[in-house]
């Protein structure tokens, strides 16, 4: 009897220790424009005040990079050559505003042009923006 005690307490102190959690309850989504060979997806998005945006290149054979639009507010937002299969995170700044943004490996291409509608603060918008 002695050794079953300690087996059990063993036993209940693992299974109290399993899993993952986390303070949210739950996961985040971040508002994502993903590459692909064809484009980019979404072509318009709406995210919250001062978000992260995700972009993401899942083109297998091509390199992109994200651009804000020289003359627009989001101007200083450049990923940086994405290789397949890579992905950057920008900060957004504080809206309203629209953002657009382009592909610099594809310029004139309104395939990989983007806009991105950031809404004011206090604006709820739902996790992982609207599409």
Known sequence: MSR???C???VALLAACGGSSSSS???TTIPTLTFSATGVSPPTMTVASGS???VSN???AGT???AGDSAGPCASVVSGDLAPGASWD???PVGPK???FHDTHASGDIRFQATVSVSAPGVYVPPGGIY
């Open 4 to 6: 079953r005690l300690p």
């Open 8 to 10: 059990l307490v063993l």
């Open 25 to 27: 309850g739950g996961t």
């Open 52 to 54: 992260v945006l995700r």
């Open 58 to 60: 899942q083109d297998p």
């Open 64 to 66: 992109h990079q994200l």
């Open 90 to 92: 920008a900060h957004l």
């Open 98 to 100: 629209d953002c657009a």
